[in-house]
């Protein structure tokens, strides 16, 4: 895999949820963590761990630089949100028990 390539799948694919839950289960201050907060932390650091991808794959020429503070905003929004969505999803697979 190519950096383009990972900072895509980061971006893009749900690798921003992925890298949450292992820092979550691998970091033992996030691990120990309260489940309210731990949830809470995990949609920050999904949406913080795509937002920065994003601003890489910008910096080195992948993604095309959005053009003003408006464009910034709008553009980070929506990788956030994605992240934060993937990362539910992620967590509904692995987690929540099948009915």
Same mark, same amino acid.
């Not at 949609?43 to 993604?63: E, R």
């Given at each position: 895999?190519? =950096? /383009?390539?990972? &900072?895509?799948? *980061? *971006? ?8 949450? #839950?292992?820092?979550?289960?691998? *970091? %033992?201050? =996030?691990?120990?963590? @309260?489940?309210?907060? +731990?949830?809470?932390?995990? &949609?920050?650091?999904?949406? %913080?761990? !795509? ?5 890489? !794959? @910008?910096? $080195?020429? #992948?993604?095309?630089?959005? $053009?003003?503070? /408006? !464009?910034?905003?709008?553009? $980070?929004? %929506? ?6 969505? $993937?990362? /539910? =999803?992620?967590?509904?697979?692995? +987690? &929540?028990?099948?009915?």
């Amino acid at each position: 895999m190519s =950096l /383009q390539q990972g &900072l895509m799948w *980061i *971006i893009e694919s749900g690798g921003a949820g992925v890298i949450t #839950y292992w820092l979550i289960e691998n *970091i %033992a201050e =996030l691990r120990d963590m @309260v489940s309210v907060w +731990k949830r809470r932390v995990s &949609l920050v650091l999904a949406a %913080a761990i !795509a937002m920065a991808a994003f601003a890489a !794959a @910008v910096g $080195l020429g #992948y993604q095309t630089m959005p $053009l003003g503070w /408006q !464009a910034w905003l709008e553009a $980070l929004a %929506a990788v956030a949100g994605g992240a934060i969505g $993937l990362s /539910q =999803l992620i967590h509904g697979e692995r +987690k &929540l028990p099948s009915v």
